[in-house]
T-cell receptor, first 112, second 115 residues
Framework: RKEVEQDPGPFNVPEGATVAFNCTYS??????FFWYRQDCRKEPKLLMS???SGNEDGRFTAQLNRASQYISLLIRDSKLSDSATYLC?????????????FGKGTHLIIQP | GAVVSQHPSWVICKSGTSVKIECRSL??????MFWYRQFPKQSLMLMAT?????????EQGVEKDKFLINHASLTLSTLTVTSAHPEDSSFYIC???????????FGPGTRLLVL
């Protein structure tokens, strides 16, 4: 079973629409969760951290369900510039330095 | 602040040569750096954890003798791909942070193409 699973898409969405991505993770002891955005041939950029209480940043809302080991990202009023690959990222629980575990990403295409 | 650079940004080399990639934290001291690799249409995969002043910790399946990591100072980690082969062609990205649980900042990545 993959550690972080995402629907690869692509999601083709008209401009202005609302789109939601989901992600599941296998390690129940994981402690930190993030959504990253990666544009073609670029390094990932942190979009937002995900907290148990849910958090919102402008048009973006992230939710975490620890019981179901499930993370979501909602994008409202989507813009053309939102077209990118969205990576679900989990950070481990062990002592010492923990690297990030990335999902394969969900490809989003916003259409005019 | 929190800028991480990588050099070179891209490299093309012949099979059998060794390639060194540098990762630098420009405005902070990084006690921990991570090296990742991303093949086309694949997710980033952690290769190793680089700790200043100690040996790197490699992930399962990553050959430590092939991917040499040196974290000689608090601002520099290097990854050397020894005797590179075409299957080593990939996008190599480093991240740097001030501690194990601190935010990791990404370098811009290095594209390696081995002919």
């Amino acid at each position: 079973r993959k550690e972080v699973e995402q629907d690869p898409g692509p999601f083709n969405v008209p401009e202005g629409a609302t789109v939601a991505f989901n992600c599941t993770y296998s390690n129940s002891a994981s402690q930190s969760f993030f959504w990253y955005r990666q544009d073609c041939r670029k390094e990932p950029k942190l979009l937002m951290s995900v907290y148990s209480s849910g958090n919102e940043d402008g048009r973006f809302t992230a939710q975490l369900n620890r019981a179901s080991q499930y993370i979501s990202l909602l994008i409202r009023d989507s813009k053309l510039s939102d077209s990118a690959t969205y990576l679900c990222v989990v950070k481990g629980s062990g002592g010492g330095a923990d690297g990030l575990t990335f999902g394969k990403g969900t490809h989003l295409i916003i259409q005019p | 602040g929190a800028v991480v650079s990588q050099h070179p940004s891209w490299v093309i080399c012949k099979s059998g040569t060794s390639v060194k990639i540098e990762c630098r934290s420009l405005d902070f001291q990084a006690t921990t750096m991570f090296w990742y690799r991303q093949f086309p249409k694949q997710s980033l995969m952690l290769m190793a954890t680089s700790n200043e002043g100690s040996k790197a910790t490699y992930e399962q399946g990553v050959e430590k003798d092939k991917f040499l990591i040196n974290h000689a100072s608090l601002t520099l980690s290097t990854l050397t791909v020894t005797s590179a082969h075409p299957e080593d062609s990939s996008f190599y990205i480093c991240t740097a942070g001030t501690g194990a649980r601190e935010t990791q900042y990404f370098g811009p990545g290095t594209r390696l193409l081995v002919l």
